[in-house]
Each structure stands twice: as C-alpha cells, then as structure tokens.
C-alpha cells in the first residue's frame, strides 16, 4: 500500500488529472503519428495538439 | 511535503532552468525554421531541386554518375553516395583523400533519371547557419556536449517544476489565469499553465534533443562495436586493387533485402566501411523502418555480401530521436503543431526569465512562502 494518505492522493488528482489527461493525449499522438502514414496522420495530429487545445480554451473562456 | 522539502524542490526548479534558459531560448528559436527546413530549403537555394526532363533523358547506372562525378573533381576520390528519400537525387560526395573530414568534401547532386548533374545547393546559407547553431554552437563535439548538458538541466527543471507546481496549485483551478493582478501574478499563473500543459512535448523534445547530441559518440561506438565484428575477417586483408561495380554492390544488396530502399553507399576505406567494403545502407519502407538504417558489406573486390545485420539497439534509439526531435513525420500539420508548441516553450521560458528579474527584489524564502500557502501571492 502506498503511505501517501487518500486524501493527499485525491488532492494530487484534482491538480494533476487535467494535464494527465493532455499529456496522454500528447503522448499517444506523438507516437502514433510516427507509426502510422497517410490520412491518419491527421488525426494523430489533433492529438498532438492537445495542449494548444487547452491554451485556446483557457484564453477564450 | 514540508516546507523544507518545497524550499529544495524551488531552488532546484529556479538553478535548473536559469542556467540554461538563453541557450533553451536559442534552441527554441533556431529550431522554428529548422522545423520546416523541407519547405524553406528550396525557396532559400539550400536543396538540391530537380529540373524538367528533357524528353530523351534515360536512367543511367550509378557507375556512369560516380565517373562523372570524379571526372568533374579528378584529385578527389570519391567518400559516399548519398540519395534523397523523398527526390531521384543522388548525392556524390567527393574529396582529397578517403578520410578528409565532412568540411573537406565536395557535395554534387545528380538527377537520377537522366543521370545528369543538377545544380549543387548553396552551402553555409540561413538554414546551415541555424542548424550549425542548433547543433553545436559552431563547436562541434564540445558544443554538442555542451547542449546535451543544457538539455539534461531542462529534464530536472520539469520535474522539479511538476513538483513545485502541486502545493502552487492547492487552492487554484486548473488553467487559472489572474489577468486583473500585477503583472507578475500574471506572468506566473501564464509561467505555470504554459509549462504543465507542454509537459509531455517538451520531456519529449528535450529528450530526444539530448540523445541527438550523442550522434558522434554512438557513431564512434558503432564502429568499434558491430562495424568492427563485421569486418573483423577482413582486417588484415590489403585494399581491393580494383573496385568492383557499384550497380552490382546495389543489386546483391537489394535481392538480400528486398523491400529496402538506398540509403547512403560508404567506400572502402572511409569512416563507415573497411578498407576492403563498400558499406550499402538501407532503410524500410514503412513509416518507422524508413528511419532505421541497415547496413550491408559488399567486398569491393568480388562484389559478394560478406555480412548485413540489424543495427543495435542503441542507433536504432538515436534514429528515431530524430523525427521525434524535430517534428517532421507526420506532414505539415504536424510541423505546424510543433512550431505553435515550440512558441508556448518560448513562453514558458521567456516568463521563467520575467519572474527571476522580478524575485531578485525579493528574499527566496517569500516565494516558498507563496508556494507552501497554495498560490496566495505574497506582494
């Protein structure tokens, strides 16, 4: 069992499950668009561009 | 975490990246166009561009194009033929002795369906400027080195950042942004939001920036390692009195690797082969093995393969960090994705900087303090 207590760990959650979830996106976009070719790439790409996604929402909400 | 604990994770995150941050920056903005060299290098005369054929034009052998090659430049020996991946351009490279080092040469491009020079592209332009700076500062090796370094410091600085950015964020949304404060609230929660939503791409591109600093040295392994076992039956051998064909050494290699394309064909006697090899290299077809390279040794005396294996695991690594570095795999979007990222890392890097100018007036352990009590500013 991990010592960090469920409070302290869902506390860290609430902070970092957004940018977990950017990240993933990132992540699995960066490494598909590298194994994949043609039209999927674009896809990929979207991915890729989760972080200017959340730059965008941020500014314009 | 205790404040203790928080007061050493800030001062890691402030050392780590005020100690690279003008060369990150550099980085940053000569990495922009190098991220479009493809696009830019023939608008700037910096790549080879293939003309019309002419109507009669035929393929030639690669024989025919190494003569002609070494009837324009007849001191020279000829080091490597290189070929485009994307264009019927090969690249003969040329000059004064088998181990004269890359700034020795001489580089002519020939139009492979005609078998005819095309005009070479002009070297030590924008794009070599930036990339000779992006590389290694002009200094080669030790500027390599260097960079890696500075690459190694960005790796602690984002952990030391996701760190320090959890007690930051205790009490603040995600994305929270308080435009209406001073402008160094501002800068900060700009500082912090830039930085964590990049994360990933900038452990990335760091990482693999770093692994790419290493080319020389995984090079120079590769060729004391596998280059060496391969040749190593041959070391004693004297070097081949007459060359066996080019277009042979292509064809065997080929038929025992046949859905590979031409990569780059090192000479007996240059850094990538043996005295007695030509080294044919090779690349898949298939958008990862395109970037891995395959090397076959063909005896430059009898045109037979002699050996052709896998590369190890660390080139593969390095082959890999290249596309992953700089973005170009995935077609323009993509480039233009990471561009836009590389501008959000000039950001997070330009508002480090603000923020440092602005903590100077003010003792560490006040900022800690705006750490510890969860983004309440201390003024």
């Known amino acids: 069992m991990s010592k960090v207590p469920l409070e302290q760990r869902a506390r860290l959650w609430r902070i970092f499950r957004i940018p977990v979830y950017i990240g993933l996106l990132s992540a699995i976009g960066l490494v598909a668009a590298l194994v994949s070719d043609g039209p999927a790439d674009v896809l990929w790409t979207f991915l890729v561009a989760a972080p200017l996604a959340a730059v965008v929402f941020v500014s314009v909400r | ?379």
Not at chain 2, 19 to 24: G, K, S, V
Not at chain 2, 146 to 152: E, H, P, V, Y
């Open chain 2, 1 to 379: 975490m205790t404040q203790r604990g928080i007061r050493r994770w800030y001062l890691v995150h402030k050392w780590t990246s005020l100690i690279p941050t003008f060369f990150l920056i550099m980085l940053c903005i000569t990495g922009l166009p190098l991220i479009f060299r493809e696009e830019l290098g023939p608008l700037l005369g910096e790549q080879a561009v293939l003309p019309t054929l002419a109507p009669n034009a035929e393929p030639q052998t690669l024989d025919a194009i190494v003569s002609r090659a070494l009837a324009a430049r007849p001191r020279e020996v000829m080091q490597f033929l290189a070929f485009d991946d994307d264009h019927p351009i090969a690249y003969a490279i040329t000059a004064p002795a088998l181990d004269s080092p890359p700034d020795k040469s001489f580089n002519q491009p020939f139009d492979l369906r005609s078998g005819e020079p095309i005009p070479a592209p002009r070297r030590g332009g924008f794009l070599d400027f930036m990339l000779s700076l992006h590389e290694d500062m002009f200094l080669e090796l030790p500027g390599k080195l260097f960079l890696g370094l500075m690459g190694l410091l960005l790796l602690v600085s984002i952990l030391s950042g996701v760190v320090v950015y959890a007690p930051f964020m205790r009490k603040l949304d995600f994305g929270t942004l308080r435009m209406k404060r001073s402008q160094r609230i501002k800068w900060l929660d700009v500082h912090n939001f830039a930085g964590i939503v990049t994360i990933v791409w900038l452990v990335i591109v760091g990482a693999t920036g770093v692994i790419n600093t290493l080319n020389p040295i995984v090079a120079g392994l590769w060729r004391l390692g596998q280059l060496a076992e391969m040749t190593a039956p041959y070391r004693d051998l004297p070097p081949p009195k007459h060359l066996s064909s080019l277009d042979e050494a292509v064809a065997t290699t080929l038929a025992a690797a046949p859905h590979n394309a031409l990569s780059t064909i090192a000479y007996p006697g240059t850094a990538f082969s043996s005295k007695h090899h030509y080294a044919v290299f090779v690349h898949g077809n298939t958008p990862v093995s395109s970037r891995l390279l395959m090397p076959a040794l063909i005896d430059g005396e009898t045109g037979k393969l002699t050996d052709m294996r896998e590369m190890p695991l660390y080139v593969r690594i390095l082959f890999l960090s290249e596309p992953l570095h700089f973005g170009d795999y995935g077609g323009i979007f993509l480039k233009i994705v990471w561009a836009l990222l590389d501008l959000l890392a000039i950001a997070v890097l330009g508002s480090g900087v603000y923020l440092w100018l602005g903590r100077r007036r003010v003792p560490d352990e006040t900022r800690v303090l705006e750490l510890v009590s969860g983004g309440e500013v201390v003024e």
